[in-house]
């Protein structure tokens, strides 16, 4: 990602933070608040709830994206290879449901399921 970044020329505006995110949220520099955009994939439904929880505050109501790798739950393995699997909302879309409703109607970035 840091090459394409680069390939890019973006890597002048984009700032990348590796790392745990867990306790992450009071790091970034105070002028880099509220995010623009966030991509988070790490773990699994307890990972990004606790990811929610402390960094939805971070990201700017006027139009900050956020983009999460998971956000679904397989609940049944296919029984023929070329059908899709059966999928139900994640846990994750109650979390962020809950966000929302904590934050507020000017206290919420865009979000589509």
């Given at each position: 990602m840091l090459d394409a970044l680069k390939r890019l020329d973006l890597d002048d505006i984009v700032t990348v933070h590796e790392g745990d995110f867990r306790g992450m949220s009071s790091k970034p520099e105070p002028n880099s608040v509220p995010f623009d955009f966030v991509w988070f994939d790490c773990g699994g439904p307890a990972e990004y709830v606790r990811f929610l929880e402390e960094y939805w505050p971070l990201i700017n109501p006027d139009g900050g994206?956020?983009?999460l790798h998971f956000r679904y739950?397989?609940?049944a393995p296919n029984q023929k290879p070329d059908t899709p699997a059966n999928m139900v909302m994640g846990s994750i879309a109650n979390?962020?449901?809950?966000q929302q409703a904590k934050a507020g109607?000017?206290?919420?970035p865009r979000f589509r399921l």
């Open positions: 994206i956020l983009v739950w397989d609940i979390e962020i449901k809950r109607p000017r206290r919420n």
